[in-house]
Every structure is written in C-alpha cells, then in structure tokens.
C-alpha cells in the first residue's frame, strides 16, 4: 500500500515539473478570437453547435498529444522539423503565411485588451500601451519559469466564465440536447460551423506547444506526464469553450442579440444579466487577450527561427536570440500601433484576414505533423500507430475540407 502511495506522490510530483506547455496552450486557444468565435456562435444559434464543439475538442487532444509526443522525442520544434523533413521552399510558405495569420491576430488581441478594460473606464490610449510594455517586458527579461507562472496566472482568470453560469442557471436540459448532431438547412450555420471548428484547432497553437515543449527540457523519459499535460490542456480548453457558448446561449440568443465581438456580448450581458455577469465576462476576455497576446509572438518567434536555424527560446536576451526577440518585439509593437491608429470599422476586414489564412495553414500543417509524427525514420518506436494514425488523418481531412468550404462560403458572402 505504501509503495503504491509513494508511487502516486512520485508520479504527481513528475507531472507538476513538467506540466506548463499543454495546458497553457490549450487555454491560449480560447483567445480574443476565440471568445468571439464561441460568444458569436451562442448568440446567434444557442446550444446547437455543442456537438460540434465537441467533436472539435476531441481533435485538438488528439492533434495536441502528437505535437508534444514530437517535440519530446526528437529534440526539435515542428517548423525544424519541416525545413529537415520537405525542404526550405515548403518551409518559407508555411512561415510566411503564419506570419500574417499571427501579425493580424495580434491585433485582434490587443482589440480585446481594449474592450474588456473599456468596460471599466479604461481608454484604449493607456490600455494598449501597457498591455504590450509588460507582455514584452515579461518575454525579454524573465526566464522561461517566470513567463510560464504569469501565463498561468492569466489563466486562473478564465475561472469567470463558469462562476458566470453559476450566476446565471441555464436550462441544463435545453443545454444537454445541444450535444445532439443536427445539420440545419442555413448556410449561416454552416459558416459558423466551420470557423468554430477553425479556432478550436489553430495553427500557431502547434508550433507553440512543439517549441515550448523543447524549450522546457522535456524528454522522452518524461514523456507520460507531457502527454498528461497536453491532452489536459486540451480538454479544459474545450470545457472553457463550452462555458463561453453555454452563457451567450443561455442570455443572448432568446433575447436576439446578435452579438458580433466578445466586447458586445459583455456589454450586452450587463442590462440582461446583471453587473456582475457582464463583468466577469470582460475578465475573462481581458485574460484570454492577455494569454493570446504573449502567446501568439512568441509562436510566430519560435516557430521562424527553428524554420531557418536561428537561437531562439524566452531564457535567451538580444545578444543570443536577435531575431527572437527582434520579431516579438517587432509584431507587439507593430499590433498596438495598428490598434490604436486604424479606425475600429478598418478592424474586423484585417482579422477576417487572419482568419482566411489560417484557414489555408492549417490543412497544410496538420499533413505535415501527419507525416512526421507517422515517420519511424523521424519518431523511431513512437511514431502513429494504425489507430492513431486514422483519427489523424481523419481529422486532417475534416479541418482540411471544413476551411476550403469556409473560405469559398466568405469569399461568396454567405452567412
């Protein structure tokens, strides 16, 4: 008995050394663009999309597991392992086009940052200034523990979307029956489907947890407690998601507003829900801005100096990483600037724009992790076996078909 306890306490202890990446990137996916996404969805169709929210969160713990399983074994993050594995011309796409995705999403981050703290009074001059001071202060001079302690701290914040359910008691059976797959003949259901699924499993989420997984340490040997924590921070990062469909579901969707931003369901939620509804709702985008907003740099960062053999890691200054630091610093200050000098109406077109081109990467990059993490020549005994490789390349060919239809639905104005 004794044995078994010690063995457990052992196991836990090894588990809190290494949790950090999984988690933290699987709530860095509920960013500003993913509480818009689900906020939207909720308003506009209540509960019916849980089911594919569902489906959506089984993806990305599978997808999750396997970037944290390459990372662990080889050493590498996965743009390093693609520039080895298909050459620079595949790699130089690939980068440029992340590049854009997380340059536009970073000022969709900031636009939340704005948002929320404007329900307090905050103006947007002093916000967003702030916001991105500290976030590159954070990034430049603290070591990779420090970082990763502020992230999860951010993420302590996301507990006000369920202490808002608890505030608001929705109809649990109206809510269970959303897990039901219908398929309704409406083309806007159809687009809000795919760009549910589209931000459930982001492309800059991957680079991230590879890179940060091998910028921690982390080993084949104590591979178990990452998968832990990878498929963790997935599943949380569906059940968050959840919260936030469940309260704009719960309060927006019979009242028919149709809210298009995150900052307009707050707003919203405070007349028809209560002060206290609305405000914990801001909280929660204020976190999920703030994590996307430290994330989303150091992805792009990560994942373009592994692309072309470049240093790069948090623990590093500007004297050892330039172009590290240099493109996080480039992409903070650029998004704030954009945020504070564009007209809020120029906004949205440039983070539809984002949203198009992660549409494009991420079929591209999920065949990429496909054939990397399937490769014995690259994974040795660790590669994909036949059932994990079907889930795979199942859910490569569902993300692949649902973002082609996405961007052919946009580009044809429906819904």
């Given at each position: 008995?004794?044995?078994?306890?010690?063995?457990?306490?052992?196991?836990?202890?090894?588990?809190?050394?290494?949790?950090?990446?999984?988690?933290?990137?699987?709530?860095?996916?509920?960013?500003?663009?993913?509480?818009?996404?689900?906020?939207?969805?909720?308003?506009?169709?209540?509960?019916?999309?849980?089911?594919?929210?569902?489906?959506?969160?089984?993806?990305?713990?599978?997808?999750?597991?396997?970037?944290?399983?390459?990372?662990?074994?080889?050493?590498?993050?996965?743009?390093?392992?693609?520039?080895?594995?298909?050459?620079?011309?595949?790699?130089?796409?690939?980068?440029?086009?992340?590049?854009?995705?997380?340059?536009?999403?970073?000022?969709?981050?900031?636009?939340?940052?704005?948002?929320?703290?404007?329900?307090?009074?905050?103006?947007?001059?002093?916000?967003?200034?702030?916001?991105?001071?500290?976030?590159?202060?954070?990034?430049?001079?603290?070591?990779y523990r420090v970082v990763e302690r502020a992230l999860f701290a951010l993420i302590l914040a996301f507990i006000a979307y369920p202490v808002s359910i608890a505030i608001l008691h929705p109809d649990w059976s109206e809510v269970g029956r959303g897990f039901l797959p219908t398929v309704a003949n409406d083309p806007a259901v159809l687009v809000m489907a795919l760009a549910l699924v589209g931000t459930t499993v982001t492309p800059y989420l991957l680079f991230y947890l590879q890179a940060s997984v091998v910028d921690k340490g982390i080993d084949r040997e104590s591979f178990a407690s990452a998968r832990l924590d990878a498929i963790l921070g997935a599943t949380l990062a569906g059940l968050f998601a959840f919260f936030i469909l469940v309260v704009s579901g719960t309060v927006l969707f019979p009242a028919g507003v149709p809210a298009q931003t995150a900052a307009q369901a707050a707003q919203a939620l405070r007349p028809l829900a209560g002060e206290a509804a609305g405000l914990l709702f801001g909280v929660g985008l204020l976190a999920a801005s703030l994590l996307g907003l430290t994330v989303m740099p150091l992805s792009t960062s990560y994942a373009i100096c592994e692309a072309f053999g470049w240093e790069s890691g948090i623990s590093h200054d500007f004297r050892d990483a330039p172009v590290f630091m240099g493109l996080v610093t480039f992409l903070l200050a650029a998004g704030g600037a954009i945020v504070l000098l564009v007209p809020k109406e120029q906004l949205l077109p440039l983070i539809v724009v984002s949203q198009a081109v992660n549409g494009l990467l991420l079929p591209i990059v999920l065949v990429f992790i496909m054939r990397l993490a399937s490769d014995p020549s690259v994974m040795g005994s660790d590669a994909n076996g036949r059932v994990r490789g079907t889930l795979g390349w199942g859910i490569a060919g569902l993300t692949g078909s649902l973002s082609i239809v996405y961007l052919v639905a946009s580009a044809l104005g429906i819904g």
């Open positions: 008995m004794r044995r078994n306890v010690h063995r457990r306490r052992a196991a836990f202890a090894a588990f809190l050394v290494v949790m950090g990446p999984g988690i933290i990137t699987g709530f860095a996916g509920n960013d500003a663009g993913g509480v818009t996404t689900y906020t939207a969805a909720g308003a506009r169709f209540g509960f019916a999309l849980l089911w594919l929210l569902l489906i959506a969160s089984l993806s990305l713990v599978i997808v999750q597991e396997m970037c944290a399983r390459m990372g662990a074994v080889t050493g590498k993050g996965l743009s390093d392992l693609i520039r080895e594995r298909f050459g620079v011309r595949w790699t130089i796409v690939a980068m440029l086009a992340l590049f854009i995705a997380n340059a536009s999403n970073v000022v969709a981050e900031y636009a939340g940052i704005a948002a929320s703290l404007g329900l307090v009074g905050v103006p947007p001059w002093a916000s967003v200034p702030v916001a991105g001071i500290v976030v590159w202060a954070l990034i430049v001079f603290a070591s």
